[in-house]
């Protein structure tokens, strides 16, 4: 099955650990063949996983791009998302956190990411909460 990118301008992306960069017009690009592909609005840099969500998600994103130290990353994870589970007490949320471990755990890295990114309205609201209460 094909994967169709369109791409903005001088929108940044990574394929298989190559940056990669279009042009000035919009392009649409195909893909035949299973790649890793991320664009650079998806990716964060370690200094930018600052909430708990974002250090579940830096893992997974560092899963994916980098094969070689997966095993270390997925420890990572591991612990990052247990804790995001043991603090947060929403079935809600236990549903989601499912789904994104299954993902890991099928190799599944980005469908996992984009599971991360349903949490982040959820911590946003939470943390939102929290600073009402202080």
Do not use: H, W
Not at 37 to 63: C, G, H, S, W
């Amino acid at each position: 099955m094909a994967l169709k990118v369109t791409l903005r301008p001088g929108e940044k992306f990574v394929i298989n650990g190559a940056v990669v960069v279009n042009g000035d017009r919009r392009a649409t690009i195909v893909i035949q063949n299973k790649v890793t592909i991320l664009r650079a609005r998806d990716i964060i840099q370690p200094e930018e996983a600052n909430t708990p969500v974002k250090r579940i998600y830096f893992p997974i994103m560092m899963m994916y791009l980098d094969d070689k130290d997966r095993r270390t990353y997925y420890m990572e994870f591991v612990r990052r998302i247990t804790e995001f589970i043991n603090a947060v007490q929403r079935p809600e949320i236990y549903e989601i956190c499912t789904a994104i471990i299954e993902s890991v755990n099928s190799g599944d890295y980005y469908q996992a990411l984009m599971g991360c990114k349903k949490l982040a309205p959820v911590e946003e609201e939470m943390l939102a909460y929290d600073a009402t209460k202080s």
